[in-house]
């Protein structure tokens, strides 16, 4: 071999040496390489550097075969990965180029076969033996962080050394081999404020008590070299963004110490005054802020609630103001953080206050009342123009105007009560009735004179109260009999009374008669009843059939009043039990042979000669007459009358007027009008109506003729005849005298009366068409 192979040899022959003492763990000596027993190859290694820049192809090794003599028989064969593109051998020498630049990254070794062959007979010399071409590597590759960009975040105000986050970045090159792929990482952006491990690539805090509100968020830059950091290796950076997150390390603060706000005494319970805010460096949960009025002399007529949503103190009334009794208020109000972190209460309190003063204005207000209802009492007979009460109202602002009184007369639609406008006093325009009315509900309206748009209402409730001016009467109407067959000092009735007055202790009535009555007597059961009985024995419906009983009932108020009713008896026939058969007086003039059987045979016969009678009637009315309309041809008109949005003009459901007229009275000089008369020559249809005559004269005429009518139905009918008028351009619209024309019509001019008549000139303008074809 010549000088640089031998060279080459020895290199190889190191790094095999090297490999065999990574994997084994104890060292090989170099002398037991030289002697091999079973081969007569040399090698079964080579060793190839990646990123050949050469122009010529790179030598990688050489083949030899101990049964190559030199003599040119023997000839050297490859085959395996890239054998014949990406490596070629010189078949008679062995010695094997690479034709391409390799990348270790895309593939680390090849393995081949290689074999002598004899060139004559073409039969190995040898067998076939395998070798790996490995690929050895080369610093080409810069190191690559897993991301662009990193985003990361700390809690503000941390300790120096706090983890914020870790990069890592990868090398491309062989771990294995040299230092190409061990990197380190150093920060070139983001200092004094965060730090990074060389080795790890974590991120730490370098500064403490990094401060949110100075500054939130920062941009380190990262850088990843390899070959250990040395000088000439290749780097990659990344960009970390790092936020500081908030933390309560900030108390509320009012920006003032004083505020001043203003409100109308007219204010509304509830309503909002003023506003007013604590400021917060802090963000979200830990600005939130709870305000409190811990003093002051408006503790009780005013409130503050938060708004979440603003974190604003909302001031609201409490209670009603008045200016004319306080017109200034002082509130003391704190401000107070509703989360506190401990590790920073070092720091102060996590509270402020300030002093709040609210100035009420004064405003017009309407006239007050006394009370919020009046009620008053008043007899039901007391005189017209008596004073029942009065009610009392003034301004309350400080000019103290004088207030007029009036009564809302829709709520005293009866003008019953009267108001005085200077005093408020209430009196009767009418008298009062309880029974009618028991209670009154008015309202009284106090306005300010020299401002009647202020003005105050108040309801009065007036009780009407009760007087003894009723009579007690009957509670209700008696149907009251006694029997023929009585029994003296038998009961035959118990009657009631009522009264609408209304006494204090209750109700008491009286029965009485008001004369000595020989049939009947009354006994005060005093208990509000009384019960009617008999003074006699036997009663008769001849000679008596009904008797009337003055019962006198009087009350015990007082005044005491009394009234005269009147009870009706009827004598009724009984049976020995005492029950009721009968009381009419008819009864007793029927004959005695007379029974019930033969009242109802007697009946039965009247109902039946009725209903004979009904039929009869019936037949002769259907009775068959002489038809109206002798033969087919003698076809009329019908004249029908629409009083509802119906089917127009082909509504032929019509009732047929026809059958109104006599055929044999009806001129015969008139033409046909079912059909359209033949066009002799064009013309307009002449007026129906000659001379001018007045249309009432034309509809009298018809109706002459319809009651002279002997053939007419023996029914009631109605004729209905339409007359355009005198003034249209359509004239009459009748076919009624219609036959007045003897000359052919021409219905062309029906298309030019407008969309009202499109149906009608469509009828006649179409059949003229048809009778033409």
């Not at 022959?13 to 002398?31: F, H």
């Amino acid at each position: 071999f010549d000088i640089y192979e031998c060279l080459l040899l020895i290199y190889f022959q190191i790094n095999i040496l090297m490999d065999l003492y990574k994997i084994i763990g104890t060292p090989v000596k170099y002398e037991k390489i030289l002697y091999r027993s079973k081969r007569s190859w040399m090698w079964n290694h080579f060793f190839l550097l990646e990123e050949y820049t050469g122009t010529d192809h790179q030598y990688v090794g050489k083949l030899h075969s101990d049964q190559d003599r030199g003599d040119g028989s023997v000839k050297y064969v490859l085959s395996g990965d890239g054998a014949g593109s990406l490596f070629l051998i010189d078949e008679n020498s062995g010695d094997i180029h690479a034709t391409k630049k390799l990348d270790r990254e895309e593939k680390t070794f090849y393995t081949l076969r290689a074999q002598a062959v004899n060139k004559l007979t073409g039969k190995p010399v040898e067998p076939e033996s395998e070798f790996i071409i490995k690929i050895h590597d080369i610093n080409d590759n810069e190191p690559k962080f897993t991301k662009d960009t990193y985003v990361a975040s700390v809690p503000e105000m941390s300790d120096v050394g706090t983890f914020v986050v870790q990069v890592t970045a990868k090398d491309a090159d062989d771990a294995t081999y040299g230092n190409s792929a061990k990197l380190v990482y150093s920060i070139l952006q983001g200092q004094p404020y965060f730090s990074v491990e060389p080795e790890t690539g974590i991120i730490r805090t370098a500064l403490p008590n990094m401060n949110r509100e100075n500054k939130e968020k920062y941009q380190v830059v990262i850088q990843a070299k390899d070959m250990a950091g040395q000088m000439g290796g290749l780097s990659g950076t990344t960009t970390v963004n790092i936020t500081l997150t908030d933390v309560n390390d900030n108390p509320p603060r009012f920006p003032q110490s004083t505020y001043q706000l203003w409100t109308s005494e007219s204010g509304e319970t509830g309503s909002s005054i003023g506003r007013i805010k604590a400021t917060d460096a802090d963000l979200g949960e830990n600005a939130e802020i709870q305000y409190n009025i811990i003093d002051g002399d408006g503790r009780d007529m005013f409130s503050i609630v938060t708004d979440k949503a603003t974190q604003e103190g909302i001031v609201t009334l409490k209670k009603q103001l008045d200016f004319e009794n306080k017109r200034i208020y002082t509130l003391k109000v704190e401000a107070a953080n509703t989360r506190v972190d401990s590790r920073f209460l070092n720091f102060g309190p996590f509270k402020d206050t300030a002093n709040v003063k609210i100035t009420v204005q004064d405003v017009d207000e309407p006239p007050v009342f006394s009370r919020p209802s009046y009620v008053m009492d008043v007899h039901e007979d007391m005189n017209v123009g008596s004073i029942i009460g009065a009610v009392t109202a003034w301004d309350p602002d400080a000019a103290n105007n004088q207030v007029r009184y009036s009564i809302d007369r829709h709520t005293d639609l009866d003008r019953n009560f009267n108001i005085d406008s200077g005093n408020g006093s209430i009196s009767m325009l009418k008298s009062l009735d309880r029974e009618a009315s028991s209670w009154h509900n008015i309202t009284v309206i106090a306005t300010e004179i020299n401002n009647p748009k202020q003005m105050s209402r108040v309801p009065v409730f007036i009780k009407v109260l009760d007087v003894n001016d009723n009579a007690p009467e009957f509670a209700m109407f008696y149907e009251t009999f006694v029997c023929e067959n009585v029994k003296a000092g038998q009961l035959i009735q118990t009657i009631s009374a009522v009264d609408t007055d209304e006494p204090l202790i209750g109700h008491k009535f009286f029965f009485s008669l008001n004369s000595e009555n020989p049939n009947f007597t009354i006994s005060d059961n005093e208990d509000n009843t009384a019960s009617i009985l008999t003074r006699k024995s036997g009663f008769s419906r001849r000679e008596m059939a009904t008797y009337f009983l003055p019962v006198v009932i009087s009350d015990s108020d007082y005044p005491i009043q009394s009234s005269t009713s009147t009870l009706t008896i009827q004598v009724c026939a009984c049976d020995s039990r005492g029950n009721m058969q009968s009381c009419n007086v008819e009864a007793l003039i029927l004959p005695a042979g007379l029974s019930t059987g033969a009242l109802i045979a007697i009946l039965l016969c009247i109902i039946i000669l009725l209903i004979i009678v009904v039929l009869f009637a019936a037949l002769r009315k259907q009775k068959k007459k002489e038809p109206l309309i002798i033969s087919k041809e003698d076809v009329r008109d019908n004249i029908v009358s629409y009083n509802d949005e119906g089917g127009g003009e082909e509504d032929t459901q019509a009732f047929d007027i026809g059958t109104l007229r006599n055929p044999e009275v009806m001129d015969t000089n008139k033409l046909r009008r079912d059909i359209i008369p033949e066009m002799l020559f064009p013309c307009r249809r002449a007026s129906p109506i000659k001379n001018n005559a007045d249309v009432r004269d034309f509809i009298n005429h018809r109706l002459h003729e319809n009651d002279n009518d002997p053939t007419a139905p023996p029914y009631d009918s109605l004729a209905t005849y339409a007359y355009e008028g005198n003034g249209s351009i359509a004239e009459s619209l009748s076919s009624l005298e219609s036959a007045a024309t003897d000359c052919d019509q021409d219905y062309d001019y029906l298309s030019n009366w407008g969309p009202q008549f499109k149906k009608l000139a469509d009828m006649y303008i179409g059949k003229d068409t048809d009778k033409d074809s």
